[in-house]
């Protein structure tokens, strides 16, 4: 018996001469040391399956993940190797902690087999609460139930830090995703969720690669979006607007882009940075040049405008005097005669100008004949009405 172990302990030393290589492992951080709810497909019968997975720092001990092989129960897996892909996905690879043996000979006769186990998982973090992950092996029939684990070979596991892709998380059949959810929280994997491959890739594209900022803008990748920085005289998410666009000249002025700066050209009645401040057209010095002679200028909103002065009238663009007699305007016993810009009434001689108008200031046309008639007994009175009666005669006449 005592050979037999000091066999034993020989060939365990010799065949783990290549496992004692040097190689590290971190699990995500949000995963350590928590107790998840685990949702998957088996394997052997493709029913959904739904458990609790209790994860520790580096190690699933007494893990709902058990297996059976040649009669060893299998729960305990430690990780050996990991490897950050990006900040949310990370290959991760776990082992069992001692040999399988799998005797085809007695024991006495030394003729036995040893193998290791492999669990490669590639987590994808979704929230702190939600990460799927794939099992990255074929599905192996020498563990019950079938489930995808890499299994060495007879006598030579490779060291720990061999390359995880090429070595222990090669597959042909497309593994099933599988979920970890924090208990208590109800977050969901997007459905657009799905396995990258190859086994190392990210499957996050360059965002810069090809730049989409345009106009010789660089571009900053973010992984979860990209940034453009802009050369002068461009702006926006890709650099394709400049400064004129939009239009920063009110009032239907132009812009005219300088690239370090701009310039807007107003249209008339307009000025200021942006054609926002209102001319005052009346203003203007050269007022010949505003309005015509004989108006008066008014300002409005972006323009102006001309009135002809009262007497004046507007004849194809000009004021001209208007012959107000035309229309009659003097009251009876008058005369009326035009002004340049207005006109004059003027009272017969013999009448006064009152607030009734022009009215007799002497005599009046029936008293003429009486008048006649004693022009000689009368003489010297009569030349004090003279005037009005020559007045008078000249109204009738």
């Known amino acids: 018996m005592y050979n037999y172990i000091i066999l034993r302990l020989g060939l365990f030393l010799i065949l783990n001469r290549n496992i004692l290589s040097d190689a590290s492992c971190s699990l995500p951080t949000d995963i350590k040391n928590s107790a998840w709810e685990y949702n998957y497909t088996k394997v052997s019968d493709n029913s959904p399956q739904s458990t609790i997975l209790r994860i520790s720092t580096t190690t699933l001990q007494n893990s709902i993940i ?89 006598g030579n596991p490779p060291a720990n830090d061999a390359p995880m892709c090429s070595t222990f998380c090669k597959y042909t059949g497309l593994p099933k995703i599988r979920t970890l959810r924090r208990q208590g929280t109800s977050d969901t994997v997007p459905g657009d969720a799905a396995l990258c491959e190859p086994c190392d890739s990210t499957c996050e594209v360059d965002r810069c690669d090809p730049n989409p900022c345009q106009n010789n803008g660089s571009c900053t990748d973010f992984k979860e979006n990209y940034n453009c920085t802009c050369t002068d005289g461009w702006k926006g998410e890709n650099c394709t607007i400049d400064r004129c666009d939009p239009n920063p000249c009110q009032n239907n002025g132009s812009c005219v ?20 401040t209102d001319i005052n057209e009346c203003l203007n010095k050269k007022r010949a040049t505003v309005c015509p002679l004989h108006s008066d200028c008014f300002n409005t909103v972006g323009s102006y405008g001309c009135n ?80 009005c009666v020559q007045s008078a005669q000249s109204a009738i006449e």
């Open 66 to 154: 058990n297996l059976s092989a040649v009669g060893t129960k299998i729960r305990d897996w430690t990780c050996i190797n990991s490897l950050a892909l990006s900040n949310t996905q990370t290959l991760v690879l776990f082992k069992i902690d001692e040999f399988i043996f799998q005797s085809d000979q007695p024991f006495a006769d030394g003729h036995f087999k040893n193998y290791r186990l492999y669990l490669c998982m590639k987590f994808t973090k979704v929230t702190p609460d939600l990460y799927y992950f794939y099992l990255l092996s074929d599905v192996s029939t020498a563990v019950t139930p079938n489930e995808r684990v890499f299994v060495s070979e007879e």
């Open 257 to 276: 882009d300088f690239k370090e700066n701009y310039t807007c050209v107003c249209t008339d009645g307009w000025k200021g940075e942006n054609c926002t």
């Open 308 to 387: 002809c002065k009262n007497g004046y009238q507007d004849k194809n663009g000009d004021c001209t005097d208007v012959n107000e007699c035309e229309r009659k305007p003097c009251p009876e016993h008058s005369n009326c005669t035009n002004t340049i810009g207005s006109f004059m009434c003027t009272c017969w001689i013999g009448y006064v100008n009152t607030s009734m108008g022009c009215q007799g200031s002497c005599i009046t046309p029936k008293k003429i004949i009486r008048l006649s008639n004693i022009w000689k007994t009368t003489k010297t009175k009569l030349k004090l009405y003279k005037s």
